[in-house]
């Protein structure tokens, strides 16, 4: 095979005698979402396309986050984003404020504004079909804190595996694995969030059930009923303020003696249109799954009756159909969590996303340099002690990326000409022109 390659060395690069494997590349590879390599092998030339992995979500609405802690800012681009949406920087700005550092003494003291700025895709405060360009600019950057981190890795952080993997890495804040890349994500669930409310009533609603061996009984939270106001009215976002109260107990607790503990997060979802979710490897929970696992610290997820379910027999745990008032199939329990056979079945879905500890704790642990050698740390910089309370924009956020992707392609494939209405609804609200969209 024979080729070149022209690009400015790093630390952990290629060697010298290596550059032959790859073909011609240029800086301007590096810039572009898929990279091109010419090869020759004997007479045949021929192109080989490398599709940037790992920072796309979505097939018809589709995210794309860019940024890292400590660099200029982080932000999003919002493909597929339908038109004369009503859009403006503060419909952002709420769930960025819910994500923000520093809103309490259980979170990080680190201190930004999260400004969100539209560059591109809105004109005259409604979408136009075009890419949206959101971006937030990190201003309280500190790469004093991480100089330990440049030598010795974090234990059970990401610091490692990114060395592992890319052969280098963005020490200053973690770069790409710091949770600061979710503003991207939030942002563009906002507008996701918009636009399924505005369409279809669809609600989606989370809260901290679990922090560290705090557990909310289920039977105390009424998903039905269940508003923001009551997920906001403290800083633990759990929904019921007795045991609100001991969660932020225990969060203070681990705080003040430098160390950190994890949870869970419920996330339900009310009013979501049936049949959302193609079998068989696009199932509706397994998208559900990757979107809310891809969230920095998580270890767990399930929805319905989940691991519990496995205790039930068949007779147990089946929900048995019946016809409501309005002649709607529905069920009496809702032990699916609103999917059957990867498919929305109309009922609310509801799942759980496990948190581990945050990682970085100032504490003396043991761990090795990026030199090999064994050594102690203790890591200094601004942490959550409890990622779950902070967490809570971000599971809704990711949920209402792949709800979004979902509607399109039901749309799409389903629904595009005449519905059969003996089995089929329509995906909209009867009177679209109340949910303020433009048509």
């Known amino acids: ?24 590349l240029r800086h301007s590879d590096l810039r572009s979402a898929v990279l091109r390599i010419s090869t020759t092998r004997g007479s045949r030339s021929r ?35 339908p038109p004369r949406i009503p859009l403006t920087e503060a419909d952002l700005q709420v769930d960025l404020d819910r994500r923000r550092p520093g809103q309490s003494r259980i979170t990080t003291p680190r ?65 790409r694995s710091s949770a600061r890349e979710t503003i991207g994500r ?3 669930g906002a507008v996701a969030k918009k636009i399924l409310k505005a369409y279809s009533g669809t609600e989606i609603l989370a809260y901290v059930s679990q922090a560290h061996k705090v557990i909310l009984p289920e039977d105390l939270v009424d998903h039905e009923t269940l508003t923001l106001e009551q997920v906001e009215s403290n800083i633990a976002r759990c929904p019921h303020p007795e045991y609100a109260e001991k969660m932020i107990a225990a969060i203070d607790a681990v705080r003040v003696k430098g160390d ?61 159909f019946y016809m409501d008032e309005h002649g709607r199939v529905r069920t009496r329990t809702n032990r699916s969590g ?13 799942m759980r996303i496990a948190f581990k500890p945050t990682s970085t704790i100032s504490r003396k642990q043991n761990t090795v340099t990026r030199d090999k050698k064994e050594t102690e740390l203790i890591a200094r910089g601004r942490h959550d002690p409890c990622v779950v309370p902070r967490a809570v924009p971000m599971v809704e956020a990711s949920v209402a990326l792949v709800l979004m992707d979902q509607l399109l392609a039901q749309y799409a494939q389903c629904q595009l000409f005449p519905i059969n209405p003996d089995f089929q609804e329509p995906l909209q609200l009867p009177k679209l022109e109340q949910s303020g969209i433009s048509l």
């Open 338 to 350: 609103g999917i059957q056979g990867g498919i929305s079945n109309g009922e609310i879905i509801n």
């Open 186 to 188: 939030v942002a563009a």
């Open 111 to 175: 201190k930004e504004t999260d400004t969100a700025h539209i560059y591109s895709g809105v004109a005259e405060g409604f979408t136009t079909g075009s890419p949206i360009m959101i971006k937030v600019p990190n201003t309280d950057q500190r790469g004093k804190d991480y100089s330990e981190m440049s030598m010795a890795y974090r234990p059970s952080h990401a610091d490692a595996t990114y060395d592992f993997k890319y052969g280098t890495r963005s020490v200053e804040g973690g770069g």
């Open 47 to 81: 192109t080989l396309e490398i599709k940037a992995a790992g920072s796309t979500y979505g097939n018809f609405f589709r995210v794309t986050t860019f940024g890292e802690s400590h660099g200029g800012g982080v932000g999003c681009v919002i493909d597929g984003c």
């Open 260 to 320: 950190s503990v994890g949870g869970v997060v419920t996330c339900i979802v009310r009013n979501l249109p049936r049949g959302l979710g193609s079998p068989v490897f696009d199932k509706l929970e397994a998208e559900l799954a990757k979107a809310a696992l891809s969230l920095p610290a998580t270890k767990g997820f399930e929805f319905g009756s989940g691991f519990a379910g496995t205790f039930l027999t068949g007779s147990e745990h089946n929900d048995e």
């Open 1 to 24: 095979m024979a080729s070149s390659l022209s690009i400015k060395p790093f630390v952990g690069a290629l060697s010298s005698d290596e550059p032959s494997r790859f073909g011609s």
